[in-house]
């Protein structure tokens, strides 16, 4: 089962620390992969989810791109990507019900019918965390919540 630190959170919302590149080196020590949120704006990397905010280059991204999956908040992010690292896992998103990342991996929008080989994306705002989720039938998980899914999934 992958388990998969939204914006690098472990234990719940915090917009405060979310996408910090600090937060997302933190997760990845406690050993979960991390759904980071990735710009390209005047030649430059960015982590954010609603603007560039926090400055990276790509050796931030390479050191870690068997643990990232990596939401291109933009279309030069994505073309960037798309053109000079194939070998990372990133996707392009809004709210469509099933989108593939670039490795083939159904990434599932909360809430939506749950494929066996795909990431059910934020189950705590459809599934009880304590006691349907051991029961789902899915690849792996992307949470706000990995410290307390990995809890009951062990």
Known sequence: MILIAHRGLVEGPNKDIENHPDQI???LHLGYDCEIDVWYDNDDWYLGHDAPQYK??????????????????????????????PLLNYFWHDTDTYTFTCKGIPWIYPGKR??????????????????????????????DYVSTLQKHLT
């Open 114 to 143: 749950l494929l066996s080989n795909g990431i059910c994306v934020l189950p705590e705002l459809h599934y009880n965390l304590d006691e349907e989720i051991v029961s789902l039938d899915c690849l792996g998980f992307c949470s």
């Open 25 to 27: 080196l933190s997760a």
């Open 56 to 85: 990276i280059n790509e050796r931030f991204l390479l050191n870690h791109k068997n643990s990232f999956w990596i939401h291109c908040k933009n279309e030069e992010a994505f073309a960037k990507l798309n053109e000079y690292f």
